[in-house]
């Protein structure tokens, strides 16, 4: 589903942002990108959805093509729950449908399934100031999982929420995934998040953003949040992803 | 909620009546100075001079001929100005270039004291109607083109990000995302852009015009008239607190989702 080899990227010319990156993910595979902040991840994933332009003679593709702005394989996640204050919930879930063409009336009836497969049935007619930060994330995720994308790039969608309400959506997200054959490039700093979550954590060094590691997940799926926290092989992992981690400071510090 | 709404409404009638109290009083005192000679009533006016004016003119069409006269070039010059200072605001968003070109003649036009473009705008438009909308115009324009301008820039960039990731076409992006965005801050240009409509007009028309309130209260201060002046200057306030309910209300529906 994406295929990056050594990827080089500078934004002016002198400095390299990125540093021969491969980055392999399979259909239905969940990758989490971990790494430090400023290390390059979200810029990868923009390359990845074609915010950042890919220079020229680089290597990616991203379902079978150079990235591309507007792609309807790739539904893309931002970190904050960016909700328009203006549209209710169910017209905020069914943006994206919309945007990409679909009939209102088509888009209307996916988004609300959507919704009240995200819990907020009875919540479609609110406006997004009347919705807690938990529930606008929700929304987000049923705008994001309402598209028909193969794809999903997600950049820390749960990274400004509280701890409680992240291991809710964390549970969540690993239900909506499971239902459905969904690719997840997953951005973090969280590493029990990564864990957790992917199938593969592929940790980058600090900048320039580097892959250091790429630590398959031997978690058993279906999987539930709770049950991971007295697993043996989730807090083997979790060990193994901060080691190579701490390798990656050093090596950038020496 | 009950208790709340009581003590909210206790709360506004003591307030409205420590309003009526002072202004009572600042009357009172006001009146009984006319009378005793305290105060020159030819220059300062009494309140009840003012009442029985204010009660006479209302019977008098020529209030309301100037009245509606104002009125029709107040809101001419706002929709002209704003209608013109919002396209030029999203020229401006689309080609900064042409931005930078015309900021240093739209920084001087801005800071001219448009007051002092009269004698051109009678000039060139005439005693008529055509040179109060142009004064309003002149005031109007700039504050709606900054708001325009910060508000399309200050849409949110999540907003942005996410609908460009989208394939949003360019229609969509301005439709569904920027003009909704950039609604509360253009707002507050078209409420003060409103207020200065006003200010512009009746400023010309106290300068020199045919007709307007403006024109009336210019007559009236050059016969004496302090109370019809007075009078005049309460309808004036009268009329922007009007407008600016007007702009409340509208806004309360448009941006019911703030």
Known sequence: MIEARQIDLSFDGVHLVLQGVDLHVRTGEFVALAGPSGCGKTTLLNLCA????????????????????????????????????????????????????????????????????????????????????????????????????????????????????????????????????????????????????????????SRPGRIVADVAVPLPRPRSIRALQTSEDFHHTYTQVWKHLEEGWVHHEG | MKKGGYTMKAETLRTLLQHAVFVGVVLGLWEWGARTGAID????????????????????????????????????????????????????????????????????????????????????????????????????????????????????????????????????????????????????GLRLGLIYALLGVVGAEVIASERGLGQQLAYLGSTFNVNGVWSLLFDLALIGVLIMKLMNWIERRLLHWQ
């Open chain 1, 50 to 205: 074609g915010l950042v332009p890919l220079p020229v003679g680089q290597q990616l593709q991203v379902a079978g093509q150079p990235p591309a702005l507007g792609s309807h394989s790739v539904a893309y996640m931002l970190a904050r729950d960016s909700l328009f204050p203006w549209l209710s919930a169910l017209d905020n879930a069914a943006f994206g449908l919309k945007v990409r063409g679909m009939a209102v009336q088509e888009a209307r009836e996916r988004a609300a399934a959507m919704l009240k497969r995200v819990g907020l049935g009875g919540f479609e007619h609110k406006l997004p100031k009347a919705l807690s930060h938990g529930m606008r994330q929700r929304v987000a995720l049923a705008r994001t999982f309402a598209m028909p994308s193969p794809l999903l790039l997600m950049d820390e969608p749960f990274g400004a929420l509280d701890a409680q309400t992240k291991l809710q959506l964390q549970d969540l997200l690993l239900q909506l995934c499971q239902e459905g054959e969904r690719t997840v490039l997953f951005v973090t700093h969280d590493l029990s998040e990564a864990v957790a979550l992917a199938d593969r954590v592929v940790v980058m060094s």
């Open chain 2, 41 to 188: 009533p030819s220059f300062m006016g009494s309140p009840l001079g003012i009442i029985g004016f204010t009660v006479e003119n209302l019977g008098n069409a020529r209030l309301w001929g100037d009245l509606g006269y104002t009125l029709l070039a107040v809101f001419s010059s706002f929709f002209i100005g704003s209608a013109a200072a919002v396209a030029t605001g999203l020229a401006f968003v689309t080609w900064p270039r042409l931005e930078a070109f015309c900021e240093p003649y739209i920084a001087a036009m801005n800071v001219l004291p448009r007051i002092a473009l009269v004698p051109l705008f009678i000039l060139w438009f005439g005693l008529g109607v055509g040179s109060k909308i142009a004064l309003g115009v002149s005031l109007t324009f700039f504050i709606v083109l900054s708001t325009t301008v910060a508000g399309i820039r200050g849409v949110s960039q999540d907003h942005v990000t996410l609908t460009r990731t989208l394939g949003a076409s360019s229609r969509q992006m301005f439709f569904w995302v920027t003009l909704p965005g950039a609604v509360p801050v253009l707002f507050s």
